[in-house]
């Protein structure tokens, strides 16, 4: 076969079965587009035993390759550390639950060879999710989009990038990557194609209420720093609103009238309690990212390989 090789990557974390279920569909729906491909599986320190079936599905077939990291780093690490191995001419990340329809993938390569470099998979809906689910993203990605002018709206992590924008994204040197941001954030010529989001094929999802907490925070502070601004407003406006109750307390003071008003005091206190923590909180979030950033740990370890005999250049250690 010739023609451009397409690299699929797709993290995996506890999908048992699934992993069989989800090559065999890969390699229906690209076989079927006749599209030149190789798999990467990033197992991300599961606990099941996904890993064995990476490593049999490589052995089965050459296409297929494994990289096992030392422990759960986390999805944006295990797609990282994928298209760190990624040797395409582009490269396609897509979920392994099968919640991201690989039939998109042949529409996404012909965008692509029609001249985009980037093209994102965007919902069309959002069945596979609870009415609040659906709403917080929605919430997140419209803050998101407002405060940074990274366009997340119903944006997913499914998309495919040509080899300069895949290039350009890897040169970003920061720790906590946020690769629905960051791969928006390079530009590149764009496009888009509609899919439609499956029910999970088996398992359920991994994310906890403070995971997405912690993703919507990283994905934040790593891509604006309005947050620290707003806190340099609410303390202006305070100045302001102090500077008139001092005025006219001063004047009452003079014209002999009494000052009282214990509930005031407390309520006021509280009040200021509040945001100078809240305060001290959104500094503390960026002191913890540069921090982060500062001891340059490596952003994922590798335990194991699994490739066929044919071991490709990325690949030797
Ligand atoms: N995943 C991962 N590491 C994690 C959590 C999830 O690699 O710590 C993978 C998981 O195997 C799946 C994808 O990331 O392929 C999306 O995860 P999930 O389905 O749990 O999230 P959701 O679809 O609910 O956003
Ligand atoms: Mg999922």
Redesign the pocket.
């Known amino acids: 076969m010739t023609g451009p090789l397409i690299s699929v990557v797709?993290?995996?974390?506890n999908?048992g079965t699934g992993v069989e279920r989800f090559v065999a569909r890969l390699g229906e729906v690209l076989g079927a587009a006749a599209l030149r491909y190789e798999l990467i599986l990033v197992d991300?320190g599961s606990s099941d035993d996904s890993w064995s079936r990476i490593a049999q599905q490589a052995l089965l077939d050459t296409r297929v390759r494994g990289l096992r990291l030392s422990r759960?780093f986390?999805?944006e690490a295990?797609v990282l550390a994928g298209l760190e191995h990624a040797g395409g001419d582009a490269v396609v990340v897509i979920?392994?639950?099968l919640?991201h329809p690989p039939t998109a993938i042949p529409a996404m390569v012909r965008r692509w060879q029609a001249g985009a470099h980037v093209v994102e998979a965007v919902k069309r809906n959002r069945t596979g999710q609870s009415l609040g689910n659906r709403l917080s993203a929605r919430l997140f990605n419209q803050a998101f989009t407002g405060l940074t002018k990274v366009d997340l709206v119903d944006a997913t992590d499914f998309r495919l990038l040509g080899r300069p924008a895949l290039d350009a994204l890897l040169r970003m040197p920061e720790h906590s990557s946020f690769f629905r941001g960051t791969s928006s954030w390079i530009g590149f010529t764009r496009a888009s194609v509609e899919v439609d989001i499956d029910h999970?094929a088996g398992g359920a999802?991994?994310?906890t209420l403070r995971g997405l907490f912690r993703l919507a925070v990283n994905g934040l502070t790593s891509f604006t720093s309005a947050p620290l601004h707003l806190v340099t407003l609410a303390g202006l406006s305070f100045a302001a609103f102090s500077l008139v109750l001092g005025v006219q307390t001063l004047v009452r003071w003079i014209s002999g009238g009494s000052v009282a008003g214990f509930t005031t005091v407390i309520l006021l206190l509280l009040v200021t309690g509040t945001f100078v923590l809240l305060g001290l909180g959104v500094i503390g979030e960026y002191l913890a990212r540069i921090h982060e950033e500062v001891r340059g740990r490596p952003r994922y370890l590798i335990q194991e390989r699994a490739t066929g005999p044919a071991v490709p250049e990325q690949w030797v250690v």
């Open positions: 797709a993290p995996v974390y999908e991300d759960n986390g999805k295990a979920d392994s639950d919640q999970r999802s991994r994310w």
